[in-house]
Each structure stands twice: as C-alpha cells, then as structure tokens.
C-alpha cells in the first residue's frame, strides 16, 4: 500500500528529488545501482515425465471415444458395434449396431462425435457390404432416436475406412475417409478432388440431410466435391483438434516406408494437400506433379520397432499433469509406445509410456486425456509419480 506523504516534509523531498534528477542528467554512470530494474533468469524449459495408464473400465475392442455437453459419461465406441456410456464405473449401451456393421480387420464401428448442443448424435460405420455411413441419432441422455443417415459412401476395398469424427472450433462437422484400400491407392484416390476417399470433409450435419459450409476450399470449384477439407492422405484413422489454439491433428497411416502426423493451424483456410500418393511421409512414392504438397509434422520409419501404424492424440491442455502442458501426446498400435512433443515445434518427441494395441485416445471436459486399447481396457491418463 502506498502512503501519502506528512505534509512538512513536502518541500524537503521535493529539493532532495530535484538535486538528484541534476546529477543523473550530468553523469548517467553515477546513477544509483538500486535504480536499475533487475534482470529476470529466463523461465526454464518444463521437465519431462512419464505417464501412467490406469484402467478404469473394459469394452468389446473400443476404438473411438466422446463426451457430451452438459454429461458426465464417456462414451465408446466398441468395433463390433456398440457405443456405450461409462457412468459411475458402469456402462450401458446406447446404440446397437452389432447386427448391421460388416466385421473386417479396419471395419465396423469406427467413430463417434456429438453435436455442440448434445442434442444429437453421430456414429460412423461400415455395413454389411462394407460402405461406410455417417448416421444421426436425436439423443436425450438416455435414448437414441429418429435415426437417420447424413451421407454414405461406397468402398471399394475393406481396408482404408478412416472412420474418425469431430466437431471443429467452428461448430462444423469433419469426417476421415481413407484411399479406399487397396495397396497404394490404384484408384488415385487422393489426389482425386471428383471424390470424398483420402479426404477429411467438412459440413454441417443438420441439413437436408447436410449442408456444405460457404467457405470450404473447394465450394464451387467445377470438377471438386465441395465438402472437401483437406486431401492427399491415406487412412486418416484419428484426427483431434487442439482445444486451446484450434489446430487440427491428423495422424495418416503410411505404406510401406513411413508414419506421419499432419498438423493443419487454426489460421489455414484448408484445401491443404498432404500429398498422398504422389508422397509417403517426406519421401516420393509415385511420380507426378507435386507442387503445393503440405510437409509432414512428425515421421518416422514404418517397421522400425515394430511400428505399423501412427495412432493421432492430443495436444494436453489438462491440470493435472502440468509437465505434459502444450505437447502433442501419440502413439503406435504395433509397437505400443507413446510418445509427447511440444505442439509449438512438434518432431518425433520423447517416449512417455506404453499402451499394447492402442487404438485411440479421448479427452474430456477438463481437457484430461484418455486411452483406448483393442484389447479391451479404457485407461485414464495420469502422472506416473
């Protein structure tokens, strides 16, 4: 707290301020020392740790995870069919897909997301013919109804499915779709602006059945569908958005050679081009123009390890682990490890824990963060120590 000055000493101080503003502006050296402000140390680097998994429920081969506004429950997606919701440590299932979805190695169940206002719910899945759909369920908290399907789309192959869903910053909904399959891409796919395999759409899902956002990239663009957001990738099995910043993360599934995670920033207008199949990682795989290509975030060796495919997290922006704040979190479904990176100057990262088959991750309101494994378990993320 400051204190006025006793008026007597008024012209005191003010004679003594005078003569010492007169001496600083005739000899600057003879300045006081007390008067120059202290340095600041800069703030040191945050240290790394490693991270535990503790399991907290089990499912029938989960593969994708949300939660919903104004809810409590972690809701996930089993392969085989089922979303159900974890309540209190006990699940229940909420849509039963068992009976229709097509059971293949990258089929079946393959991802989850709901609307803003968690009045509706999206589920995407291959049926028994193998194509994938894109359905709508209004939803109350406890029932699913008025089922409806938002687009569909025909594979060629059983494999390449993509199947990730989310909502964006912009309240838009974005859907992974692979290459269609196939060993790499024979259809060219990717590179294919004319169809939605290899792509990441954007649209909004409450139309009739939906409606494509007047400033997507290609909206207009003759000879280019026009909920395309992003192309040139391969099996986009998991994106996830960066909650504080808005950057999209995208882990694509390489060939033969090399993984790699893509990172779009919230200030692009998309219509990035991620360069497959022209492009496996940083590497050329098939001659052709190659100008434009966006450069890969993170590579690194398919088969190196073990390694076989790039598993797409987050970037922490929890409480609770403060060393993992602002670094990106992924992994490798073969290999199993998990590796972190800072967000801000993202590479290859250091491992922090290890998960077998890991098939995905989820965060949830507080921006704590979760792991999927095919085996079953649902693991909560947390310091190891």
Request: net charge negative; with cysteine; hydrophobic share 35%.
């Amino acid at each position: 707290m400051r204190f006025p000055p006793i008026p007597a000493l008024v012209p005191v101080l003010a004679a003594a301020l005078a003569a010492v503003t007169a001496c600083s502006a005739a000899s600057p050296q003879a300045a006081s020392p007390q008067a120059t402000p202290p340095t600041r140390s800069p703030s040191p680097a945050p240290t790394w740790g490693e991270l535990r998994f503790t399991e907290i429920a089990r499912f029938d081969r989960p593969v994708a995870f949300a939660v919903r506004a104004g809810d409590d429950g972690l809701y996930v997606a089993e392969q085989t069919g089922r979303l159900k919701v974890l309540r209190d440590g006990r699940s229940r299932t909420v849509v039963d897909l068992s009976g229709e979805v097509s059971g293949g190695n990258e089929q079946g169940l393959l991802g989850v997301a709901f609307h803003p206002s968690g009045r509706w719910l999206y589920l995407d899945w291959t049926d028994a013919d193998g194509d994938t759909h894109v359905t709508e369920w209004a939803y109350d908290g406890r029932r699913a109804t008025a089922r409806r399907d938002v687009l569909t789309q025909d594979q060629p192959y059983a494999n390449h499915n993509g199947g990730q869903l989310a909502f964006g910053p912009d309240g838009y909904l974005y859907i992974a779709l692979g290459d269609g399959g196939g060993a790499g891409d024979p259809q060219g796919n990717g590179q294919d602006l004319g169809t939605w395999l290899g792509k990441i759409l954007r649209i909004d899902p409450r139309g009739r059945p939906y409606e494509v956002p007047e400033d997507n990239p290609f909206a207009g663009r003759r000879g280019a569908r026009p909920e395309i957001w992003a192309y040139g990738l391969r099996n986009p099995w998991r994106f996830t958005f960066d909650r504080q910043t808005g950057d999209l993360w995208i882990g694509d599934v390489g060939q033969n050679a090399w993984e790699e995670v893509d990172v779009q920033r919230a200030a692009a207008k998309g219509g990035q081009n991620y360069g497959w199949n022209l492009r496996e990682g940083r590497a050329r795989f098939r001659d052709g123009q190659a100008r434009g290509l966006t450069e890969p975030a993170i590579v690194y060796p398919l088969g190196r390890d073990g390694n076989c495919s790039v598993i797409a997290g987050f970037v922490y922006r929890g409480a609770r682990i403060p060393w993992l704040r602002g670094r990106f979190l992924y992994g490798d479904f073969c290999a199993g490890w998990i590796r972190a990176t800072p967000a801000d100057d993202p590479g290859e990262g250091r491992r922090v824990g290890t998960v077998e088959q890991l098939s995905s991750f989820g965060e949830d309101h507080d921006g704590e963060l979760y792991a999927l494994s095919l085996q079953g378990p649902l693991y909560r993320v947390e310091a190891a120590s």
